[in-house]
């Protein structure tokens, strides 16, 4: 085996005629810890109750998820040998119901030339009959990325334990004809099938400054043929990572095939930009004959393009569930600790709960909600509707567990007129909410909730609203402010916000959080706008937790109903 390693190594690198490239990883490459060995305590505070994550050692992008037999399958970048980006392998769990997770030996990892330096994301298409395959990115011997193809051992095995490699990989790579960037060359999508009967499938890439989506298509799904253009590109944004394309309905929640195709659907195109490291996309329609895709007027990729997520949410992914009749998104939570301090605990990195997916009323946006799985975990529900919230008052929910816990609330505004005035100047919702943190008093708002919270408000994470006026609209801002979270100031800490497309002349607002330890997970708006954060409280940790909710406004506000849970330990790997 090594020999011939060894043997295809040599031809490849005549074959080839490319100098040594440099290996871009996109993470923080810390070469002396990568392989640090680390104890992992059950009792450390941040380890999460209910989000996905393994025992120890770090873990980034979700890959090839899918339902195979009835039962879900994640596979995720993975190290095996310690806390840090590195030694990057598949690793894979499954579960019958997206909350319990069963581990599995690692499915892919670095064996063959065409991925010896690393297995790098990818996704899983489900073939005529059933078949799944998994194309995903290698590091070959020149350090190159290139794309490779793995198939199920034994189709009898509900589990898929044992992935067999193409023997024809790489099945597409970087020429001296096509131009493509060896180092920026990665992350294959799920593909789909033309009305030509052949296969697609984008790559993300750049070209200087230059984010890329390089179209592929092939008849046997083993060669591949580069497209003149391009599925989309767009200037000044970098390199694009982790491209998801899929349809949506226009009408309704239910979600369809990636092959899927007509004037009941529309498009969508996600990129992970690694210049900001934020999940952008957007909505349009897509000629499957002509292979175009034209976002729709008004929805451009930019910096300040829609997000998935406001907070930390990176590289995600989407998949069909065919049981079910849904599209599911699952992503990547990092950490906002230091190196040191992710070193000390053993681990980073998080997967955020799976999230149904489907194209708002508007057309102009998705809306995202928690699998309704995940409700199971509820227990000690807590609730009460039509409460007061005067300016300046504070209440606790008691009788949760508050450092794992759902909670659901809704508020209605008596006097809409109050609001203050939004200035012109005022339009990145981020740095709104950083000068106008949760201590900065104002009319309508801010309100919301307190998380993760000590007795004496020292430590806590503001979930809130403001509501401003302009002209004669109202305009929402949402902010979760991790600025007093933790008393530890080693932790990223930035405040993050966005503006919430709501009428709330006629609708109430609503807020859903997911606690869960170092995790805060929401859903504002019924889901239009989700923010998640990482905070690492010193004292507000396990029993000593609270969750309140609050009004630091002037005008009262009404919690027209509010529902908490303490959640369950899932079980997980
Ligand atoms: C394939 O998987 C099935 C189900 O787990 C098992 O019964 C069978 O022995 C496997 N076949 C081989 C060749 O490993
Ligand atoms: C190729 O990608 C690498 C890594 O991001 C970058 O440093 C280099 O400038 C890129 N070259 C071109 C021509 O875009
Ligand atoms: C991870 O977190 C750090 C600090 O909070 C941030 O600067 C970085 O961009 C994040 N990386 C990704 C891929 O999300
Ligand atoms: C809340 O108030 C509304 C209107 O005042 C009323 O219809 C509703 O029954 C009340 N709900 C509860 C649970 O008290
Ligand atoms: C409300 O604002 C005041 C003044 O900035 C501040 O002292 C207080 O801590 C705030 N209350 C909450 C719950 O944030």
């Known amino acids: ?76 970048q993975y190290n095996p040998k310690g806390a840090v980006w590195g030694n990057i392998v598949w690793a894979h769990s499954t579960s019958k119901d997206l909350v319990n997770w069963t581990p599995h030996e690692a499915a892919i990892y670095p064996s063959q030339p065409s991925d010896i330096n690393g297995c790098w994301s990818g996704s899983a298409t489900i073939l005529p009959g059933g078949k799944p395959a998994i194309l995903y990115t290698g590091i070959d011997p020149l350090n190159r990325q290139v794309q490779n193809l793995a198939i199920p051992k034994n189709l009898s ?21 096509n131009h493509i960037n060896a180092s920026s060359f990665r992350d294959p999508t799920t593909a789909w099938l033309g009305p030509d009967k052949q296969w697609r499938v984008i790559v993300g890439s750049k070209v200087n400054r230059q984010g890329l989506a ?34 949506v309905l226009v009408k309704g929640r239910n979600g369809v095939d990636t092959s899927i195709n007509g004037p009941y659907v529309k498009h969508v195109l996600k990129v992970s930009l690694d210049d900001t490291r934020h999940d952008i996309y957007t909505i349009g329609s897509y000629d499957n004959v002509k292979d175009v895709y034209t976002p729709d007027k008004g929805s451009i990729e930019s910096y300040s393009s829609v997000r998935y997520d406001y907070g930390k949410y990176y590289a995600s992914k989407t998949f069909f569930d065919n049981v079910k009749n849904r599209r599911i998104l699952m992503g990547w939570i990092n950490e906002s600790s230091s190196v ?59 009788n949760v567990n508050a450092a794992q816990a759902d909670v659901d609330v809704s508020f209605e505004i008596a006097d809409l007129e109050k609001a203050e005035v939004l200035k012109p100047s005022w339009t990145n919702a981020q740095l709104l909410c950083s000068r106008k943190g949760a201590l900065v008093k104002g009319r309508l708002g801010p309100f919301g909730l307190l998380v993760l919270a000590s007795d004496d ?36 800490k930035t405040p993050y916000g966005a503006f919430l497309d709501v009428d709330i002349q006629h609708q109430k607002l609503s807020l859903r959080s997911l606690i869960d330890h170092s995790i805060v997970e929401s859903f504002c708006g019924g889901g239009k706008v989700c923010i998640t954060s990482r905070v690492y409280p010193t004292l507000a940790i396990n029993k000593a937790a609270h969750l309140y909710a609050f009004n630091n406004g002037t005008q009262a506000i009404k919690i027209s109903k509010l529902n908490a849970w303490s959640m369950k330990t899932a079980k997980i790997n």
């Open 457 to 492: 408000l020292k430590e806590n994470t503001a979930v809130f609203f403001r509501i401003f006026k302009r002209q004669n609209k109202h305009v929402v801002l949402i902010c979760s402010d991790q600025s007093r979270s933790s008393l530890n100031q080693d932790n990223d």
């Open 1 to 76: 085996m090594a020999n011939s390693n060894i043997a295809f190594s040599l031809f490849f690198a005549f074959f080839v005629g490319h100098g040594i490239v440099e290996l871009q990883a996109s993470h923080h490459v810390y070469s002396h810890l990568q392989t640090v060995k680390s104890s992992v305590s059950a009792k450390q505070p941040y380890r999460t109750g209910y989000h996905f994550q393994p025992p120890k050692n770090w873990i980034n992008d979700p890959n090839g998820i899918m339902v195979y037999k009835g039962v879900y399958h994640l596979f995720y």
């Open 157 to 177: 095995d509900p589990y898929l334990r044992e992935w067999i490699k193409s023997a024809k990989n790489p099945l597409m790579q970087p020429t001296a004809q």
């Open 340 to 398: 040191a301090d992710d070193i000390k605990k053993g681990w980073s990195g998080v997967h955020a709960i799976p999230r149904k997916i489907w194209l708002d009323g508007s057309g102009k946006q998705l809306v995202q909600w928690p699998v309704p799985e995940i409700q199971k975990l509820r227990a000690n529900h807590v609730s009460f509707a039509n409460k007061t919230l005067r300016g300046g008052s504070v209440i606790e929910i008691s």
């Open 214 to 247: 390089i179209l592929f298509k092939s008849k046997d799904f083993v060669n591949w043929v580069q497209s003149k253009t391009p599925l989309d590109s767009a200037k000044n944004i970098g390199m694009w990572e982790c491209p998801d394309f899929f349809p």
